[in-house]
C-alpha cells in the first residue's frame, strides 16, 4: 500500500453524541484512519456503532472538537458536500422500488447530474462489474433476493467515487461464500482506489482475516483499536461481549475465536 499523505487521513477527535436523553457516544477519538485502509468497527449490540457511522455521515447531530478528512473540515460542510465524500450505507436499506438495477444506478448518479449520459451508463456498469454483479442489470430491484439488493446498494454508493464509504453489516444478508467474496472485494476496492472503507461487522473472524484496522466499542467509548490481533483479544472480548473466549491459529494460518463460556452478567 502507498505510504499515505496527510491530506489523505480521517481525523476524529472529541466525539460525543446525544440522542434523545441517552448520552450514545461520549468523547470519542480514533486512531487517524488512513486512505486506502479497511477498518472493521467492532462491539457489542447498543455499543454506538451505527450511531458512529451516522455522526462521521453527519446523518445525526454529534460534536466533535476535530473531524477532518485531509484539509476538510467536515463539521463544516453542508449536508450534500458532506454525502459526496463520505457515503454511507445503511444497515436496513429502504424498500425496495420497481426499477432495474442499472435504472436504479442511473438514479443514483442523477442525484448529482440531470441526464443521462452513454457517460453515465458506462460508469454504472463498470461499477456491476467491479462487484461482479454485471448480470443483474437488467433485473428488477424489488425481485432481488435480500444480498442482491444489498450489493446494489453497495455499487450505488460507489458510483458516487467517495473518499470515505461508511457500511454498515453489510454482509449481515450475505452467504458464507459472499461474504468473503465481498470482503475481498472491499480490501481490493480500499487499496486499488485509495478508499477508506470502515464497516460493522459482527463476525470477528472475518474482521481477524480481513482488516488491516479494527476498532472496538462498548458502550459508546472506544476501549481498543489497532492491528486487529491486538484488538480481538481474550481480555478485550471479556469487557465488550462478556464471554470467555481464546484466539487460536487453524492449520492454515488465519487466527480463530472460539467462545469457552459465557461470563455472568
Ligand atoms: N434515535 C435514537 N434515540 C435514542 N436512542 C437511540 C436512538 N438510536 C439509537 N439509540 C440508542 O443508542 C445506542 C446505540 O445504538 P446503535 O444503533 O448506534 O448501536 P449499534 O452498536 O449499532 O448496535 P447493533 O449492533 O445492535 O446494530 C443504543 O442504546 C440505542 O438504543
Not at 486512505?35 to 456503532?49: D, I, M
Not at 451508463?121 to 444480498?147: C, F, M, P, Q, T
Not at 453489510?170 to 472485494?185: I, R
Not at 478508499?195 to 467509548?221: P, S
Request: charged share 15%.
Amino acid at each position: 500500500m502507498a505510504t499515505p499523505t496527510p491530506t489523505e487521513l480521517l481525523q476524529v477527535h472529541g466525539l460525543s453524541c446525544r440522542l434523545g436523553r441517552r448520552q450514545v457516544l461520549e468523547d470519542l477519538s480514533l486512531p487517524d484512519l488512513a486512505a486506502g485502509q479497511l477498518v472493521a468497527l467492532l462491539g457489542p449490540n447498543g455499543s454506538g456503532k451505527s450511531t458512529l457511522l451516522k455522526s462521521l455521515a453527519g446523518l445525526v447531530t454529534a460534536h466533535a472538537d476535530v473531524l477532518r478528512l485531509g484539509d476538510r473540515n467536515l463539521g463544516a460542510l453542508p449536508a450534500h458536500a458532506r454525502a459526496e465524500v463520505l457515503r454511507y450505507l445503511p444497515q436496513h436499506l429502504p424498500e425496495a422500488i420497481h426499477l432495474t438495477v442499472i435504472e436504479a444506478m442511473l438514479v443514483a448518479l442523477n442525484a448529482r447530474a440531470a441526464t443521462r449520459t452513454p457517460q453515465a451508463l458506462d460508469k454504472a456498469e463498470a461499477v456491476l462489474s467491479s462487484l461482479g454483479i454485471a448480470a443483474l442489470g437488467a433485473r428488477y430491484l424489488d425481485e432481488l433476493s435480500g444480498g442482491q439488493q444489498q450489493l446494489v446498494g453497495l455499487a450505488q454508493a460507489l458510483v458516487h467515487e467517495p473518499a470515505v464509504l461508511l457500511l454498515d453489516e453489510p454482509l449481515a444478508s450475505l452467504d458464507l461464500n459472499y461474504q468473503h467474496h465481498a470482503m475481498q472485494l472491499l480490501k481490493r476496492l480500499a487499496a486499488d482506489s485509495e478508499l477508506l472503507i470502515v464497516l460493522v461487522v459482527h463476525d470477528l473472524n472475518i474482521a481477524l482475516r480481513y482488516a488491516d484496522t479494527a476498532l472496538l466499542l462498548h458502550q459508546g467509548r472506544l476501549i481498543a483499536s489497532g492491528d486487529p490481533l491486538t484488538v480481538i483479544t481474550p481480555n478485550y472480548l471479556g469487557t465488550a461481549f462478556s464471554v470467555r473466549a481464546r484466539v487460536e491459529t487453524c492449520s492454515l494460518g488465519y487466527p480463530n475465536v472460539l467462545v469457552d463460556d459465557l461470563m455472568q452478567l
